[in-house]
């Protein structure tokens, strides 16, 4: 697609929309937007830019699609900017923030002046942050989340995902209430536990400093998440709080029941609680990443061994079921790593599955 898109915020996110969008419509021209110059100028001088605006209102008035991807409260302020600016026809305007309802409510005004504003979440990204962290293929095969309003023509959601096509993104719609439900309980809670138990953990090593040192391993994947930006995600915190606030009390329940469990010595329900919370764990679909497309692929939890996947291609070999691809995409806990193989047809694929089964207790999964 041609034309001229605008990135507000060209941050870890901003950029990676931005690279994302070059790759599939390379005639567009991309011009940033940012508070901090020096995340311009590395955005210009990476390629991830052409052009660095210079102001907001003069870039935006000539953009055809506006990507606003700053935290969420700034993100707020920009919509509001927007209003006094007198826009193209038939602009998009779309941002890419972690909350939902306070953003749509902001793009109101907006809205009714039929500008076409579509809330957008790519449900992908990492701890890092900066435009020097952003990756073309960061959305890879991620759910990327829009909650477009009555407002909007099913035809300009059309040329949303189409202008993001490069993403290779599964679209999905919700409301924005929907939105900052789920995400409240998949993403933002979660980073409110990781920091807690970083917390925990820095009280302890006042009593013993042996505490960091011991933390190096299981303790670091668990809590990696609490390395992300703080500014971000108390912007996230100040505007989910509504459900973050029942999630608060629902863990605090939790917590007393598994309490309950531990202070009466009662070992039949702690085993369960971990079978159970194993049982759903190991069901959740394994999200693959990277450039390669993820047709026939099969996923072996393998330990991590040197020489596991030679043992695993060895099974293969003898049956002579040939693989595509084969990398280790995640470490999911300490010892378990997901091994990704790739198959050309699914009947080599469910072969694979039926001879990996055989020959070891590694658990397969088909996606
Ligand atoms: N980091 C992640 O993994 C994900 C983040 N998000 C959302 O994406 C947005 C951006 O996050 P990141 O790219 O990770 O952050 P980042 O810190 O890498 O980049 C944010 C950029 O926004 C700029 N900025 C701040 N205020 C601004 C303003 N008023 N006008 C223009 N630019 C401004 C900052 O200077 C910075 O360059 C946030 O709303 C976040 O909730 C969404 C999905 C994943
Ligand atoms: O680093 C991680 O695993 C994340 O959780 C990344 C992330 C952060 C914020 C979002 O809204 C979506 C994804």
């Not at 993100?75 to 927007?82: A, F, I, P, S």
């Not at 504003?117 to 990756?135: C, D, L, N, Q, T």
């Not at 909007?152 to 919700?174: D, M, N």
Request: proline residues 4%.
């Amino acid at each position: 697609m041609q034309g001229n898109v605008l990135i507000a915020g060209l941050g870890l996110i901003g950029g990676s929309i931005a690279l994302a969008i070059k790759r599939a419509h390379p005639e567009a021209w991309i011009i940033g937007y940012d508070v901090a110059n020096e995340q311009l100028r590395l955005a210009r001088s990476l390629g991830v830019i052409d052009e660095i605006a210079s102001s907001l209102a003069e870039a935006a008035e000539t953009a055809d699609l506006i990507v606003l991807a700053a935290p969420v409260v700034q993100t707020e302020k920009l919509l509001c900017e927007l209003e006094s600016v007198p826009l193209k026809e038939h602009v998009i305007v779309t941002d890419v923030g972690s909350t939902k309802e306070r953003i749509v409510a902001k793009a109101r005004p907006l809205l009714e002046k039929g500008v076409a504003f579509i809330g957008g979440h790519p449900m992908a990204g990492s701890h890092k942050s900066g435009v020097a962290a952003a990756r073309a293929h960061l959305f890879e095969n991620a759910f990327y989340i829009l909650t477009p309003t009555e407002h909007v023509s099913p035809e300009t959601v059309s040329s949303l995902k189409r202008w993001l096509e490069g993403t290779k993104a599964h679209f999905v719609t919700l409301t924005p209430k929907e939105h900052d439900r789920i995400v409240g309980v998949i993403s933002h809670f979660p980073h409110i536990i990781a920091a807690s138990l970083v917390h925990q953990a820095q009280q302890y090593e006042r009593e013993d400093e042996l505490v960091s040192r011991l933390a190096a391993g299981g303790f670091r994947d668990i809590t990696r998440i609490a390395s992300s930006n703080p500014e971000m995600w108390r912007d996230i915190f100040i505007h989910n709080k509504e459900e973050l606030l029942q999630l608060f009390d629902r863990w605090l329940a939790e917590m007393e029941k598994i309490r309950a469990y531990v202070a009466a010595g009662d070992s039949e329900q702690i085993y369960r609680y971990f079978q159970e919370a194993k049982q759903f764990r190991d069901g959740l679909p394994v999200r693959t990443k990277g450039a390669i497309p993820s047709f026939y692929d099969l996923y072996v939890d393998v330990p991590d061994y040197p020489g596991v996947i030679s043992e695993i291609t060895g099974y293969l070999a003898k049956e002579r079921i040939s693989i595509t691809n084969i990398r280790i995409i995640e470490t999911r806990e300490d010892i378990y790593g997901v091994l990704r193989l790739s198959f050309q047809t699914e009947e080599d694929r469910q072969r694979a599955k039926r001879c990996i089964e055989t020959h070891t207790n590694y658990e397969t999964h088909v996606g």
